[in-house]
């Protein structure tokens, strides 16, 4: 491709007889935030399973900046660039805020210096400082949500998968997920691949959504048009409602 994406390119995946994923390429681009749309058994967890190395799929090719990643298990793709947040979460609560998000750094070998420094950096790009010597364990789920993706920012990724970040938020939490969203694209500058339900959020924090259904690729385009789509509508908006 001779240029800087994450390009996932014609991907199948079969469990038995059941076709999971049919020839889905999609790509990712530095700064670029990205939803992932469908409803339940689309393929969608399957799919970022796949990228993110914790799936194999059995036809298809993913690739970060003309590297091919295939046969690469999650620590090697994280070496790569890639980083992944999981639904939930994941955070060690007998840890402090800052050592949770260190942990990012740490856990590609960086040393404790430069993940404290890094822990630092975050937690005051996204403006969470007031968090950092709180145990994990004792802060919201809201906030909890943004220590996730700091974490996983502090990896220093080029491309970041996020799987439902906004699952559980209330209305009040819902718009500082957004607001670190944003931060991170401006000033880390990764890609990101938003896997998400909430319709709203994903149209409001994305400039380019893609629609699985049934494990095919029904739509990639502008979130406004997704929602006018007849195909999208009727594969998904139409089921869960738009509101």
Request: proline letters at 4%; glycine letters at 12%; hydrophobic letters at 40%.
């Amino acid at each position: 491709m001779n240029q800087k994406s994450f390009h996932a390119n014609e991907i199948s995946k079969s469990f038995g007889a059941l076709q999971v994923l049919d020839n889905v390429s999609v790509n990712i681009n530095p700064g670029e935030i990205v939803g992932l749309l469908g409803p339940n058994g689309a393929g969608k967890s399957t799919f970022i399973n796949i990228l993110a190395g914790y799936e194999k799929q059995d036809g298809g090719t993913v690739v970060v900046d003309d590297t091919p990643l295939d046969g690469l298990k999650p620590n090697a793709r994280a070496r790569a660039g890639i980083a992944r947040t999981f639904q939930s979460g994941r955070l060690f609560g007998n840890l402090t805020v800052a050592e949770n998000i260190a942990l990012g750094a740490i856990g590609l070998g960086e040393s404790g210096k430069v993940a404290r420094e890094r822990s630092e950096t975050i937690l005051e790009i996204l403006g969470i400082e007031k968090l950092s010597a709180y145990p994990a364990g004792s802060i919201s789920h809201g906030n909890a949500r943004l220590v996730g993706l700091a974490r996983a920012v502090a990896a220093h990724p080029k491309y970041l998968i996020m799987d439902e970040p906004a699952a559980g938020l209330n209305e009040d939490e819902a718009p500082k997920l957004l607001n670190a969203l944003e931060i991170v694209r401006k000033n880390i500058g990764c890609g990101m691949l938003l896997v998400e339900h909430n319709v709203k959020l994903v149209t409001q924090a994305c400039s380019r959504v893609i629609v699985l259904a049934t494990g095919i690729l029904i739509f990639d385009g502008n979130p406004q048009d997704a929602l006018n789509n007849a195909d999208v509508k009727t594969a998904y908006l139409g089921n869960a409602g738009v509101h």
